[in-house]
């Protein structure tokens, strides 16, 4: 580590020590129906952060950012691991969302929502998917018409994580369905409190609701809004979906601190009577070296992204690696909690906490792209392949067939 890291390190520890409160048991940050208090609370804590320098590490400072290195935020994560910093409830938001505009946006847009998205005063979502299917993101089926200074915005979307307390979302619209579905497609910024948007909370099969439902009937959308150029908004999904899976790859979407997984399959190992096992500690051991390398390939595709001109899209072989990972975790836990996994009560440590996490892990290879549209992406993208045969790539999407 060099010089700089190491004194950055010893400044942030020393900062979050004086600054931030300290967490025993579960980590408030994580939860699903987190109360309008808590989301108030999260803004406050990272308004603090923003104003102190720890937010938008590889942000250009133009727009608010601190212009450093993807190390620097690898060092932060590393060191706020039991502190009451909110990086999951802004994480999409950030990395993500405000990642996409910062790339892709107007200088007035980047201007308006930048500096905001980092200091929390903005949560950002991603309305993506839609009733009809989310892997064909390119076969979307919601409507903006022209009119005037606006688009009007019409039709459903589905999926969308937090959409209950979020502000703004990037939102794909179809503009033109004389041509193929590919070329029709532009990207507005929606303003989730805009007249006509109604949000839907959806309960989950592991008892949390952290997904909403959205209908749009006759919203209307400032063209200023719209991101990058009408009906060329699918090179910029393209973008917000290469930064999405190379974000969610190197750990972003959970805790870095990957030996804490393993510590706690470790004691429950013991507490179960089942540390001398040897397939126990096979599995164990596996998981621990899955992580870890997980870990360092991370570190290696995130530098190759960030200094050595690889694209984006290598960040598709992190999603899949962390997607792996999950399910196996998942899995090692229940299977340690015998049993006592099966009780499923969450207010039950013993097994009901192994077994939210076990439905929850099967969530993994699904968000944020399926496994099977990954490895479509890694096969095509990096390493040139044959591109999947479609059907209705080159027709007007007005003569496909829908639902
Ligand atoms: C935790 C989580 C968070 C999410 N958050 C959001 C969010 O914030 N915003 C949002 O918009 N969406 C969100 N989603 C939705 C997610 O993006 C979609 O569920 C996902 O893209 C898959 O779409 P689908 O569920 O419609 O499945 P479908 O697209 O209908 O796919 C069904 C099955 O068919 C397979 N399949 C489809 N096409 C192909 C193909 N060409 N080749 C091979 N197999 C194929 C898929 O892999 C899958 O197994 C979230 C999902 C999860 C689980």
Redesign the pocket.
């Known amino acids: 580590m060099s010089d700089d890291l190491h004194d950055y390190r010893q400044r942030l520890r020393s900062w979050l020590a004086d600054n931030i409160d300290r967490y025993e048991g579960e980590d408030p940050d994580l939860g699903a129906d987190i109360s309008p208090e808590r989301v108030a609370q999260a803004r406050r804590i990272q308004a603090k952060l923003y104003d102190a320098g720890y937010a938008g590490f590889t942000f250009p400072k133009e727009y608010g950012g601190q212009g450093l290195t993807p190390d620097h935020e690898r060092v932060y994560l590393e060191e706020v691991v039991g502190y009451h910093v909110p990086t999951r409830l802004f994480g999409?938001s950030i990395n993500i969302l405000g990642a996409t505009v910062a790339e892709f946006g107007t200088h007035e847009q980047k201007a308006r929502h930048v500096p905001r998205i980092l200091r929390g005063e903005e949560l950002w979502?991603?309305?993506?998917?839609e009733p009809g299917?989310?892997?064909?993101?390119a076969g979307l089926l919601m409507s903006a018409v022209r009119d005037g200074d606006n688009y009007v915005v019409n039709g459903q979307?589905?999926?969308?994580?937090?959409a209950h307390f979020a502000d703004f979302a990037i939102c794909p619209v179809r503009t033109d369905w004389n041509v193929p579905k590919h070329k029709g497609i532009s990207v507005l910024i929606v303003d989730l409190r805009a007249p006509g948007v109604e949000v839907r909370r959806i309960k989950q099969v592991n008892g949390e609701a952290h997904?909403c439902e959205e209908f749009f009937t006759d919203v209307l959308v400032p063209a200023s809004n719209l991101i990058g150029e009408e009906n060329e908004g699918w090179r910029v999904l393209r973008g917000l979906l290469a930064i999405e899976h190379a974000w969610v790859g190197r750990g972003g979407a959970k805790r870095p601190d990957f030996r804490q997984d393993v510590n706690d399959m470790v004691a429950l190992a013991k507490a179960q009577g089942l540390a001398d096992d040897v397939g126990v500690r096979r599995r164990v051991t596996d998981l621990h070296v899955g992580l870890q390398v997980q870990r360092w390939t991370s570190d290696r595709v995130s530098r190759a992204v960030a200094h050595h001109g690889f694209h984006h899209d290598y960040g598709s072989l992190l999603k899949l690696g962390n997607d792996d990972l999950s399910l196996r975790g998942g899995e090692l836990g229940l299977a340690l909690a015998g049993a006592d996994g099966l009780t499923w009560d969450l207010a039950d440590n013993a097994g009901g906490a192994w077994a939210h996490a076990y439905l929850t892990s099967r969530?993994a290879p699904?968000?944020?792209?399926?496994?099977?549209?990954l490895r479509?992406n890694v096969s095509e993208k990096v390493l040139g392949l044959p591109r999947?045969q479609s059907v209705d790539r080159d027709v007007p999407f007005n003569q496909v067939p829908h639902n």
Do not use: A, H
């Open positions: 999409v979502l991603q309305l993506l998917s299917g989310g892997s064909d993101l979307k589905i999926w969308s994580s937090g997904f969530s699904i968000g944020g792209g399926t496994t099977e549209i479509n999947e």
